[in-house]
């Protein structure tokens, strides 16, 4: 079992920036880790993913403008977020997918993150 936590959610104008942070319970480092968000009324999305190998994906909105990374010494992954869209206003999970598994099966309870426009 990983238990995730973010934090670093908050209320930004369009254009700033913002980092999101997960923590984990344990070693991630055989976890595929990624950023999902939810906007009301819109399905959840996936943002951005790093897998253990160390590939990365984005979804096309964010390209250029968010950076996904990984600590696993310290099991954190961060989720660095660069030129707010209102667009962007979602909450945001972090979730982890064991190794060979095809569904990300932990989640964080969320983190709120609302771009002003």
């Known amino acids: 079992q990983v238990q995730l936590v973010e934090s670093g959610g908050g209320l930004v104008q369009a254009g700033g920036s913002l980092k999101l942070s997960c923590i984990a319970s344990g070693t991630i480092v055989s976890f595929d880790m990624g950023w999902y968000r939810q906007a009301p009324g819109k399905q959840r999305e996936l943002v951005a993913a790093?897998?253990?190998?160390?590939?990365?994906i984005y979804a096309d909105s964010v390209k250029g403008r968010f950076l996904i990374s990984r600590d696993n010494a310290k099991n954190t992954v961060d989720l660095q977020m660069n030129s707010l869209k209102p667009d962007d206003t979602a909450v945001y999970y972090c979730?982890?997918?064991?190794?060979?598994?095809?569904?990300?099966?932990?989640w964080g309870q969320g983190t709120q993150v609302t771009v002003s426009s």
């Open positions: 979730s982890a997918r064991a190794l060979f598994q095809t569904a990300w099966t932990y």
């Open positions: 790093l897998f253990s190998g160390g590939s990365r």
